[in-house]
């Protein structure tokens, strides 16, 4: 199992009148929720969704089923705004993190929508995970704005996707191999428009403590202003299930009865949100894999299902099967999974599903026929944890290659005198 402690603090800031984020702290799901709209139907918004999305999300979720409750969250919102007149065109930003279920095996699924963020502390370095929802970071993301116009721009706080508008919405998906020693963080703009990414890192550095990090990051917020709610949550992962020491192990070749001597006890789940004891996390064998990056949309399902309405008969039982599996394989300079079949069958042509983080540069020597053909996979969780492999098996190379001994110098007979 994997074991998570967590930690999380809320503030209406220095400003509002209220407070409008709303959060879910229930491991193995996490959220926070940023409402907006008036009459107070700002904070409706955001309760709303967190109530449906704890709801509607099952323990031992697939990540599916993680995008499902979100999905059903934006529909409880949108059929809230369109049934009340006072809370007509609510909305609000959904960031969840939750333990999921990947082919027996455990992933922290990020899931956003909006301007809330995620972020992944690890080995020290923060990451963001999530991509802003905002029409700055579009702009940011285009080339015609730097990140730093975008911290001070006057329309920063413009979202262009939320939930409560549309009757459904797309939801990103940003699945993460959880160590031990790893930090994720949950927090509304609130924090990251008054606090650099710096005062972050060094604050989740320096207390241990989750609930206290959470509580410190939320005062650094007021500190610098405090001019809109601030939301934080922090998740450390104590225990992986020795995924790590799995991993170095395969990576140094030593059997994998070695696990157990280094096996240490297993933390309880559900420790204290209010600020149990927790330990400094150990130092984590070094394994750098980065969030891979996905997207699930309904285009890919609405295109499907063109195809189905288009064609009939014997030719929907060749889509189905033509359509039924993924591929990983290459899309540019990184590696991507694919909707269908390698080349595909008949007039049936692959479809992108997602890119991943992963250069195929990066892809281990061993892999790369495999994934230049297309390595099929029956199920688009399958296709994840291949990449996912892929990742920790170059990680482990990229580690190896560091960890190499300097060449020992041959030592050179003296020259013999003439
Ligand atoms: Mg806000």
Same mark, same amino acid.
Request: glycine share 8%.
């Given at each position: 199992?994997?074991?998570?402690?967590?930690?999380?603090?809320?503030?209406?800031?220095?400003? /509002?009148?209220?407070?409008?984020?709303?959060?879910?702290?229930?491991?193995?799901?996490?959220?926070?929720?940023?409402?907006?709209?008036?009459?107070?139907?700002?904070?409706?918004?955001?309760?709303?969704?967190?109530?449906?999305?704890?709801?509607?999300?099952?323990?031992?979720?697939?990540?599916?089923?993680?995008?499902?409750?979100?999905?059903?969250?934006?529909?409880?919102?949108?059929?809230?705004?369109?049934?009340?007149?006072?809370?007509?065109?609510?909305?609000?930003?959904?960031?969840?993190?939750?333990?999921?279920?990947?082919?027996?095996?455990?992933?922290?699924?990020?899931?956003?929508?909006?301007?809330? /963020?995620?972020?992944?502390?690890?080995?020290?370095?923060?990451?963001?995970?999530?991509?802003?929802?905002?029409?700055?970071?579009?702009?940011?993301?285009?080339?015609?704005?730097?990140?730093?116009?975008?911290?001070?721009?006057?329309?920063?706080?413009?979202?262009?996707?939320?939930?409560?508008?549309?009757?459904?919405?797309?939801?990103?998906?940003?699945?993460?191999?959880?160590?031990?020693?790893?930090?994720?963080?949950?927090?509304?703009?609130?924090?990251?428009?008054?606090?650099?990414?710096?005062?972050?890192?060094?604050?989740?550095?320096?207390?241990?403590?989750?609930?206290?990090?959470? /509580?410190?990051?939320?005062?650094?917020?007021?500190?610098?202003?405090?001019?809109?709610?601030?939301?934080?949550?922090?998740?450390?992962?104590?225990?992986?299930?020795?995924?790590?020491?799995?991993?170095?192990?395969?990576?140094?070749?030593?059997?994998?009865?070695?696990?157990?001597?280094?096996?240490?006890?297993?933390?309880?789940?559900?420790?204290?949100?209010?600020?149990?004891?927790?330990?400094?996390?150990?130092?984590?064998?070094?394994?750098?894999?980065?969030?891979?990056?996905?997207?699930?949309?309904?285009?890919?399902?609405?295109?499907?299902?063109?195809?189905?309405?288009?064609?009939?008969?014997?030719?929907?039982?060749?889509?189905?099967?033509?359509?039924?599996?993924?591929?990983?394989?290459?899309?540019?300079?990184?590696?991507?999974?694919?909707?269908?079949?390698?080349?595909?069958?008949?007039?049936?042509?692959?479809?992108?599903?997602?890119?991943?983080?992963?250069?195929?540069?990066?892809?281990?020597?061993?892999?790369?026929?495999?994934?230049?053909?297309?390595?099929?996979?029956?199920?688009?969780?399958?296709?994840?944890?291949?990449?996912?492999?892929?990742?920790?098996?170059?990680?482990?190379?990229?580690?190896?290659?560091?960890?190499?001994?300097?060449?020992?110098?041959?030592?050179?007979?003296?020259?013999?005198?003439?």
């Amino acid at each position: 199992m994997t074991a998570l402690r967590w930690g999380s603090a809320t503030d209406v800031g220095r400003v /509002r009148q209220n407070n409008e984020d709303n959060l879910v702290v229930a491991s193995p799901l996490f959220a926070v929720a940023d409402g907006m709209g008036g009459h107070a139907a700002g904070e409706v918004a955001s309760q709303i969704a967190v109530n449906r999305l704890e709801a509607a999300f099952a323990e031992h979720a697939t990540i599916d089923g993680l995008v499902d409750a979100v999905r059903a969250a934006n529909r409880a919102v949108y059929d809230q705004g369109r049934d009340q007149p006072d809370h007509r065109g609510m909305g609000t930003t959904l960031t969840a993190a939750a333990l999921v279920e990947v082919d027996g095996d455990e992933q922290l699924a990020v899931v956003n929508v909006g301007d809330s /963020r995620g972020y992944l502390l690890r080995d020290g370095e923060l990451s963001q995970i999530t991509e802003d929802h905002s029409l700055v970071e579009e702009m940011v993301r285009s080339g015609q704005l730097s990140a730093e116009e975008a911290q001070v721009h006057p329309r920063r706080n413009v979202v262009t996707r939320v939930l409560g508008i549309e009757p459904d919405v797309d939801v990103d998906v940003f699945p993460v191999v959880p160590f031990r020693g790893d930090r994720i963080l949950l927090a509304s703009d609130g924090l990251f428009n008054e606090v650099t990414d710096a005062q972050i890192a060094s604050t989740l550095r320096r207390l241990a403590d989750a609930d206290e990090a959470a /509580r410190e990051l939320v005062k650094l917020a007021r500190d610098h202003g405090g001019n809109d709610n601030i939301t934080v949550i922090v998740i450390d992962v104590v225990d992986d299930d020795d995924r790590a020491i799995a991993a170095s192990s395969a990576l140094a070749g030593e059997p994998r009865a070695a696990r157990t001597t280094t096996k240490r006890p297993l933390l309880g789940q559900g420790d204290s949100a209010t600020g149990g004891a927790t330990a400094a996390a150990e130092p984590t064998p070094s394994i750098a894999i980065g969030p891979t990056r996905s997207r699930i949309t309904g285009r890919a399902v609405l295109f499907t299902l063109a195809v189905v309405l288009v064609l009939a008969g014997a030719v929907v039982a060749i889509g189905v099967y033509a359509r039924a599996s993924y591929y990983v394989g290459p899309r540019g300079a990184v590696v991507a999974i694919y909707k269908g079949r390698p080349g595909g069958l008949l007039w049936f042509e692959p479809t992108l599903h997602e890119r991943t983080s992963l250069p195929i540069a990066d892809v281990p020597p061993v892999n790369r026929a495999d994934v230049a053909a297309g390595k099929e996979e029956a199920s688009l969780a399958a296709a994840r944890t291949y990449v996912a492999n892929l990742q920790s098996a170059a990680a482990k190379l990229r580690d190896a290659g560091a960890a190499a001994p300097a060449p020992v110098p041959v030592p050179v007979p003296p020259p013999t005198a003439p």
